[in-house]
């Protein structure tokens, strides 16, 4: 078992550039999550998926993030045109899911951003 | 708010030393705590959770109402226990919220 895939695993570009990072998550689990760390902090959710439903994207900055789930499987985050504050290390973790229960979330390797 | 405070940003101690991993949180209602460890060039994983109520690693954690807090300990610190540790906790909708990460470097 491979765990939570994501690439790239790191990734430097221009401010106002765009970027994309993909998530395989577990096979089976289907929730799914995006974290983003930055330097020197814990994860903070920026959205939860379950399935392809969007459940969670309180946190998620609408004006130049987005992501999707097609298929309720693999998840790509987007950003769009990336700031200089956007440097951080996105995270993204998988679990299963039933009401009321509260699975371990696995998490990825992460992809570090910088943005010059 | 819900806030989960790690007043301790790096703690050394030498092998065979007790160590405790400090942790506070914010929460209303009744939260559900977990320890999150990351060791070096590995990814996030899960350490333990207080409704377990296990010792993993001979690392345990009580999670204390009255004080709001979720301590991690360990009696006989080793030196592979070196790693950041996260306290999190979550309110019951899947959403974990970390605190900012203690690392623990045991020395020789």
């Known amino acids: 078992e491979a765990g939570v895939v994501q690439s790239p695993r790191y990734k430097i570009i221009e401010k106002k550039q765009p970027v994309a990072f993909w998530c395989n998550p577990i096979?089976?689990?289907?929730?799914l999550y995006w974290y983003r760390q930055n330097l020197g902090q814990g994860p903070e959710l920026l959205i939860r998926?379950?399935?392809?439903?969007?459940?969670?994207d309180s946190q998620l900055p609408k004006d130049r993030f987005s992501a999707e789930r097609l298929k309720g499987v693999d998840s790509t985050l987007k950003i769009q045109p990336a700031e200089l504050g956007d440097s951080a290390v996105y995270l993204c973790a998988s679990s299963p899911w039933l009401a009321g229960v509260l699975y371990e979330q696995y998490f990825g390797p992460g992809t570090r951003l910088t943005v010059t | 708010a819900q806030r989960v405070t790690q007043p301790e940003k790096l703690l050394s101690v030498f092998k065979g030393a007790p160590v405790e991993l400090k942790c506070n949180y914010s929460?209303?209602?009744?939260?559900?705590l977990f320890w999150y460890v990351q060791y070096s060039r590995q990814r996030l994983q899960l350490l333990l959770r207080?409704?377990s109520r296990e010792s993993i690693k001979g690392f345990t954690a009580d999670l204390n109402k009255g004080e709001t807090s979720f301590h991690l300990k360990k009696p006989f610190a080793q030196e592979e226990d070196s790693a950041m540790y996260y306290c999190?906790?979550?309110?019951?909708?899947?959403?974990?919220?970390f605190g900012t990460g203690t690392r623990l470097q045991v020395f020789p």
């Open positions: 207080h409704i």
């Open positions: 999190a906790l979550s309110s019951h909708t899947d959403k974990l919220i």
């Open positions: 929460y209303s209602g009744s939260p559900e």
């Open positions: 096979s089976g689990h289907n929730t």
């Open positions: 998926y379950e399935n392809e439903e969007a459940v969670d």
